[in-house]
């Protein structure tokens, strides 16, 4: 079972496959250039040096959103297109899903950011737990993504009293906010930790995979938020 994961919501291109063992092979560059000119070239290198087909491919799985929105549409017409020529499902991950997946095996409060500009953020929650003996952790999603300003988040993340780790550039773009907010209890990461990459919406989708969760290209659709 190979899981073709590709991440073009952010400006960092990559793709990724992963199978039933783990990580087989990801290409991530974060250069600058557009995605319809990064996406292909890097998939057609990422098959021939892990030596794969897309005849292998059993379901991809491609970051939805938020994020650019210019991204989001050429990233979902690479992965439709390849769906309905292989006649394989697609999965969409939400991105900052797929950047709290970086935090598995780690117990507690994962908040993924993204700078959405205009004072405002991407944010979502979600909590690791365990998956039970032999089992992998489940990520549980307690807030899906939605805009919200910094202080409101903020807010929302002191009630639950909790450490909370805190990840993605909006985690870094206002440090002050949560450090005034939450004190001790805001861990926040270092930038390369909420990085979108291609390896873990292969592997989140791998996990929906798995849980028989199936979708097929008229389904997956741009996960956009809007400011208020």
């Known amino acids: 079972m190979l899981i073709l994961g590709i ?3 952010t400006p960092v291109a990559s793709v990724a496959l992963a199978d039933e063992r783990g990580l087989v092979g990801e290409i991530t560059l974060n250069i600058g250039l ?3 000119e990064q996406l292909l070239p890097m998939l057609d290198q990422l098959l021939q040096q892990t030596r794969c087909g ?3 491919v059993a379901a991809i799985g491609i970051s939805c959103g938020p994020g650019s929105f210019t991204g989001l549409r050429i990233g979902m017409a690479t992965a439709k297109g390849l769906a309905q020529s292989r006649g394989i499902p697609v999965l969409g991950i939400p991105t900052l899903e797929a950047m709290a997946w970086q935090q598995s095996g780690t117990a507690g409060l994962v908040s993924a950011m993204q700078n959405a ?5 991407y944010g979502a929650l979600y909590r690791w737990k365990d998956g039970g003996e032999g089992l992998y952790p489940v990520l549980e999603a307690m807030i899906p993504a939605e805009a919200a300003s910094p202080e409101d988040w903020a807010r929302r993340l002191d009630r639950l009293n909790e450490p909370v780790a805190l990840m993605g550039d909006g985690a870094i773009v206002y440090e002050a906010t949560w450090r005034q ?5 805001a861990q926040i990461l270092p930038p390369y930790l909420g990085i979108a990459r291609g390896s873990f919406v292969a592997l989140a989708a791998r996990a929906r995979f798995q ?3 199936r979708q097929d290209f008229y389904q997956i659709k741009p996960l956009y938020i809007r400011g208020i």
């Not at 500009?117 to 953020?121: F, G």
């Not at 907010?181 to 209890?185: A, I, K, P, S, Y």
């Open 54 to 56: 897309l005849e292998d």
């Open 181 to 185: 907010h939450l004190g001790n209890r």
């Open 7 to 9: 991440e073009s919501a």
């Open 34 to 36: 557009t995605h319809s």
């Open 117 to 121: 500009r205009r004072n405002q953020i």
């Open 211 to 213: 849980a028989g969760q």
